[in-house]
């Protein structure tokens, strides 16, 4: 007689918590040498429970299952010159943002889940982490193989390696790392599981990769879902994540709604640039940046929220300016992104009149008022040939390193300027989610390595911006930067398209 | 009302699972989007595994729904027999 299988969660439990083995001879606090000094109190780790009981075996199973249908679309792609069939070649410098600004924080979340994944004392956390840190690496590697086909046909995408922790945009996800990272193992876990994967990876991961689909880039929106149908499991290690921690201790629950507040305001700074994304690099239109918040944040997140209410956890702090500001969060990057085109490793441009008519349709409180008579102005001055560059480049938030462009609430003319002064010296930010993030830890973010004060230091391998952006960001100037109108991209389109 | 949701893979095995989550979860909306379908419900909603084999005509693993998933939001209950999203309230 066969031997009778074992249900999901007998296996899970022998695959999983029976690795486990009690310390006879080394004191268990040295083995887990991080695991108290946040002030975290963790009673009982056996109550930790893993929803989606995957255990190793089935892990690799459906990887391996998923990476097949992923390579298979990939070669198909490849092979049938599938970049001929996207819908506008603007379109192409949404992936030179995502390849700097995405994929290396994919490489930064593999090594900080490897590194928690060692230093849980629980094991059902530690092989949830180990799993992620997986998944992660892969995702390093799919972003990687899905954009090397574009860039043998366009430029800007051979260097965003060198450029992510050095250029002055893409510092802002690559510090949002860093702060992770350098925070103990459960503020990571509550930044990156929670904030991150939980409350806003599904406005990148979800509507950004439906316009892919939507513009035609089958590589794209393949290796994205590939990678969501991970984070569907990355966001529900990120609500076991908070709820274990707040069952556990009624001593964790201000700590954890400190992180909350943090990160939460650290995730919509960081999403700045995926708003512009969806509002003015997709050509074909799924849904607003709006719409999107609307649906993946406040409805998802509302329900979250209340969920959470029972542990005593309250929506995060300023969540009431994050929403006021995402009336305007696109239209601010995408027109600091088009004034700075000169420093910028991708091409910009004037929406379309179409394009300015859906805006103002999306956004009929803030775009005709504020924005629209902006682009009218940068029409007339295209028409006359003055296409206007600002000269230099902007000042940093010291926390968040987005350009200092944030509007007040109640007055959008009018900029955010907060400041500090912390032993002597005057720090600078966007908002006041960043304020407070600075004051409530000083000696972490004065460490900040901001871009733009950097190459005014000397630090950048030039004294002008030409110089830094060839010998230091790598980029090729004259060729990777400028307006996507008499770009070599724009023209290699039109001859593959002519012939 | 608190809706969860699952977001799946518009593919051929999703259509399957789709018709299992209406045939057992009558007030479910199904969204189509460009390469997706997003399914919310109020409060809860179970993908149950019998159904999405009678659907599908073959044996199916309630675990080869990661396959398929984009994203979801709500409470996970995984055991071999149903896939289950909840909010708590």
Redesign the interface.
């Given at each position: 007689m066969a031997a009778k299988k074992l249900?999901?969660?007998d296996k899970y439990k022998m695959l999983t918590r029976d690795l486990d083995w009690e310390f006879s001879y080394q004191d268990r606090k040295e083995a887990f040498p991080y695991e108290e000094y946040e002030g975290i109190k963790i009673t009982d780790w056996s109550k930790w429970e893993d929803?989606?009981?995957?255990t190793m075996d089935?892990y690799w199973k459906?990887q391996a299952?998923?990476e097949k249908?992923l390579y298979a679309i990939f070669d198909a792609f490849a092979q049938n010159n599938g970049h001929l069939n996207i819908s506008d070649p603007r379109y192409v410098n949404a992936l030179k943002v995502f390849l700097g600004g995405v994929t290396p924080v994919e490489y930064q979340a593999y090594q900080g889940f490897a590194h928690v994944g060692r230093q849980f004392g629980g094991v059902g956390a530690r092989v949830a982490c180990q799993m992620q840190s997986i998944d992660e690496l892969r995702h390093v590697q799919t972003q990687i193989h899905a954009m090397s086909h574009y860039n043998k046909f366009f430029d800007g995408l051979h260097n965003w390696n060198g450029m992510q922790d050095k250029v002055w945009y893409m510092s802002v996800p690559t510090s949002f790392f860093h702060d992770a990272r350098s925070s103990g193992p459960f503020e990571f876990l509550l930044a990156i599981s929670f904030s991150f994967e939980y409350v806003l990876t599904?406005l990148l991961?979800?509507p950004f990769?439906?316009?892919a689909?939507?513009n035609g880039d089958m590589a794209t929106?393949t290796f994205g879902?590939s990678s969501?149908?991970d984070?569907?499991?990355h966001?529900?290690l990120g609500?076991e994540v908070i709820k274990f921690l707040l069952e556990q201790h009624e001593d964790n629950v201000p700590i954890v709604q400190k992180w909350v507040d943090k990160w939460f305001w650290r995730g919509t700074r960081v999403l700045g640039i995926v708003s512009m994304m969806m509002d003015y690099m997709l050509p074909n239109k799924?849904m607003s940046w709006r719409e999107a918040w609307e649906i993946y944040f406040e409805?998802?997140g509302?329900?979250?929220f209340?969920?959470l209410a029972?542990y005593g956890i309250k929506p995060p702090k300023y969540v009431d300016i994050a929403t006021a500001q995402m009336d305007h969060m696109s239209h601010q990057t995408w027109w600091n992104f088009y004034n700075f085109g000169e420093a910028a490793g991708f091409h910009t441009w004037i929406p379309s009149d179409k394009e300015l008519d859906w805006l103002s349709e999306k956004y009929p409180q803030t775009f005709d008022k504020y924005y629209r008579p902006r682009w009218e102005l940068a029409k007339k001055m295209e028409a006359e040939g003055k296409r206007f560059y600002s000269k230099g480049l902007p000042q940093l938030c010291n926390t968040c390193q987005v350009a200092m462009i944030n509007t007040e609430v109640d007055d959008p003319t009018m900029l955010v300027y907060r400041s500090t002064e912390y032993k002597g010296e005057k720090y600078h930010f966007c908002s006041d989610g960043c304020h407070d993030i600075f004051v409530d830890e000083p000696e972490k973010f004065v460490q900040s390595w901001l871009p733009v004060h950097q190459i005014l230091q000397g630090n950048c391998g030039g004294a002008d911006l030409e110089t830094v952006m060839r010998e230091y960001y790598g980029m090729d100037v004259g060729v990777d930067n400028l307006d996507m109108k008499g770009s070599p991209d724009e023209l290699r389109w039109k001859e593959w398209k002519s012939a | 009302m608190?809706?969860?949701?699952i977001?799946l893979?518009d593919n051929d095995v999703s259509r399957y699972i789709v018709e299992a989550i209406e045939a057992d979860n009558p007030d479910v909306k199904v969204q189509y989007?460009?390469?997706?379908i997003r399914i919310e419900n109020d409060l809860q909603l179970t993908i149950k595994r019998e159904t999405v084999e009678e659907k599908i005509g073959r044996d199916w693993d309630?675990?080869?729904l990661?396959?398929?998933?984009?994203?979801?939001?709500?409470?996970?209950?995984?055991?071999?027999d149903a896939f289950t999203l909840s909010?708590?309230?």
């Open positions: 249900n999901m969660k929803p989606f009981r995957l089935a459906y299952e998923k249908k599904n991961f979800v990769m439906s316009g689909a939507y929106v879902f969501q149908s984070e569907a499991r966001m529900t609500l799924v409805q998802a509302g329900a979250l209340k969920d029972r | 608190n809706k969860v949701y977001a893979q989007q460009p390469a997706m309630v675990q080869e990661h396959l398929s998933l984009i994203t979801l939001g709500g409470n996970v209950d995984e055991d071999e909010w708590n309230q």
